[in-house]
């Protein structure tokens, strides 16, 4: 058992040594002037500040950064609230071909997302139009976009958890007189909240690290996400990687705030309902 813990100890230092490489690589890249990026020393031999602030000066990435916040956060709160409705009906009510549906949401997010990228194009441009106004290059597109995309996930991931929770609550609280919406609001939500929190921070990552569509359905500032900027570093002239690797350290400081909002509920939410039956 002695020998099992310590090489399951190493184990694990070692996975957190792969997993962090990357993240401190191109921490020290971005803090690297042109002249010694080529070095191959894994240290950080200067704290050279110039690429963070060329591109925190950057009125752009301010713009872009404002628009993957806007765009990753209404679509995980949309993508929860319809997820939790869907999988409300589907875990608690015998639908005609419930088990099918389910099924068929599941294969919609198993599709590549390149094979939706031309007949979206050509929706957003030709068909989505009213008037003036048009889904391409807009935030609201974006955010309608990923909701295709997510929430057949969501339901997945909250119905399971629905089904944890046992169904005696849901008849108690009719018995003393409670509608579908009292029991859905007052019973389902607060035991359904460390899933909730679960489904959030995976749709938010998904929508704020999302690069296809983005750079595709968005061509100017007001709607482009902080994930397409990364591009703009490159160009005919060569590849700008200090401030390439600083914008693309700053972009993850916004997950990792929000994943720490909800830290407590993760481990809850992802075994929430394991042990049923």
């Known amino acids: 058992m002695r ?7 190493v184990l694990w230092i070692c996975l957190t040594i792969l ?6 690589w191109m921490l020290i890249v971005s803090m690297r002037p042109r002249v010694k990026l080529y070095s191959k020393s894994f240290l950080i031999d200067d704290l050279y500040w110039d690429n963070f602030l060329a591109v925190l000066n950057s009125s752009s990435f301010l713009q872009y950064l404002w628009n993957s916040l806007i765009v990753a956060t209404s679509n995980a ?3 929860c609230a319809l997820g939790l409705l869907a999988a409300f009906g589907l875990s608690r009510y015998k639908i005609s071909g419930g088990d099918n549906v389910f099924f068929w949401l599941i294969t ?3 599709a590549p997302p390149a094979v939706f990228l031309l007949p ?10 009213f008037g003036d106004f048009m889904l391409f290059d807009t935030k609201i597109g974006l955010i309608l976009l990923y ?27 009719r018995v003393d007189g409670a509608t579908t919406g009292q029991v859905l609001s007052n019973v389902i939500l607060p035991l359904a909240r ?15 690290n999302e690069y296809l569509f983005a750079a595709t359905l968005t061509s100017s500032a007001d709607a482009r996400t902080v994930t397409t900027a990364l591009a703009e570093y490159v160009s005919v002239t060569g590849t700008n990687w200090g401030e390439m690797a600083a914008m693309a350290f700053l972009t993850t400081l916004p997950a990792l705030i929000v994943l720490g909002f909800v830290q407590k509920h993760i481990v809850t939410g992802l075994t929430f309902g394991a042990l049923k039956g």
């Open 77 to 79: 709160a949309l993508v």
């Open 19 to 24: 997993t962090l490489l990357p993240v401190w």
């Open 194 to 208: 460390p899933g909730l929190a679960v489904t959030f921070i995976l749709t938010w990552i998904f929508a704020w």
């Open 108 to 110: 919609n997010r198993m």
């Open 120 to 129: 979206l194009f050509l929706l957003f441009t030709k068909w989505f139009v």
């Open 147 to 173: 909701c295709v995309f997510n929430l057949p996930f969501a339901i997945w991931l909250l119905k399971g958890m629905l089904d944890g929770i046992p169904l005696e609550l849901d008849e108690a609280a």
């Open 3 to 9: 020998r099992s813990g310590i090489a399951s100890f």
